[in-house]
């Protein structure tokens, strides 16, 4: 007798039903969708999420408090003992048709606030959509990403992860999806929303693991605007611009780890400058 395959549930997009009625202005667009997957798939990609240990071992980072730990698509779709559920979910929403719904929602947003983009790229729609470390830009225009992230436990003392900062500036936009577990009741992690106090400010670099820099700002140049909690089955995405600046709040000890998904999309070249 033939045993049949183990079923695993249908693969729903993030942006599924969304609109740009949800889009959000203040302080900068972005959408916070509560639910945003059906709960067959979200338990089943949450069951069998990596752990920092395990991503660790594995991109040979060691484990300390409240560091950030990467398992990018290709890593997902190149390991054996990763869930098909994980496989499938991170090769469309690193694909074309997802690219395609994210300009549904904000191209007229990411335009206003970058009106040289479409100058620099072309027309956004016609960009060839391309994966991070399988594709390359010679022959792709933008690289997408769909990143299992864990930030390890806070011992020792509260941290923040990383205070008021932008993206880097060659990204296109970004996405957040939380998968708190049920059983984590440490405080903070949230994502807080800024604007600027004041048109005078400056930000400081600092080198990121892949090489490049980080841009972060002192924390006397903004004021928050928002928080949006840390909470299971909860996207947030926006495009990237100078305006969209967040951050994480400091965050309780706990052994429990901070657990959600990453969206990106990377362009070759900044279409920003964020030097003052």
């Not at 039903?17 to 889009?23: E, P, R, S």
């Not at 947030?236 to 998904?261: D, E, K, W």
Request: glycine share 6%; charged share 25%; aromatic share 10%.
């Amino acid at each position: 007798m033939t045993q049949a395959p183990e079923s695993r549930p249908a693969i729903t997009s993030l942006l599924a039903g969304v609109t740009k009625d949800d889009i959000r202005r203040d302080p900068f667009p972005h959408i916070v969708i509560r639910d945003a997957l059906p709960q067959e798939l979200y338990d089943a990609l949450a069951k069998s999420m990596p752990t920092a240990e395990y991503i660790g071992e594995r991109i040979g980072k060691p484990i300390t408090s409240n560091e950030r730990y990467n398992y990018m698509s290709e890593m997902v779709l190149g390991d054996p003992t990763m869930a098909q559920v994980w496989k499938d979910f991170v090769t469309y929403h690193s694909s074309p048709a997802f690219y395609e719904e994210f300009l549904d929602l904000f191209e007229e947003d990411l335009l206003a606030n970058l009106p040289a983009a479409q100058e620099r790229l072309g027309p956004l729609r016609d960009l060839r959509v391309g994966r991070r470390n399988r594709d390359d830009f010679e022959t792709h225009d933008i690289l997408m990403d769909c990143t299992a992230v864990i930030n390890s436990a806070v011992t020792g003392k509260p941290s923040a992860y990383r205070g008021p900062h932008v993206d880097k500036p060659y990204k296109l936009f970004g996405g957040l999806f939380y998968m708190r577990l049920p059983e984590d009741d440490a405080t903070g992690g949230d994502l807080v929303l800024y604007k600027y106090r004041t048109e005078a400010h400056k930000f400081y670099t600092s080198a990121s693991e892949y090489g490049d820099n980080r841009f972060d700002i002192d924390p006397q140049y903004v004021e928050e605007v928002t928080t949006v909690p840390y909470a299971n089955n909860t996207l947030v995405m926006y495009p990237i611009n100078r305006l969209a600046l967040h951050g994480v709040s400091v965050r309780s000890l706990t052994q429990h780890q901070r657990r959600f998904i990453a969206l990106v999309g990377d362009l070759q070249h900044p279409l920003f400058d964020l030097a003052l």
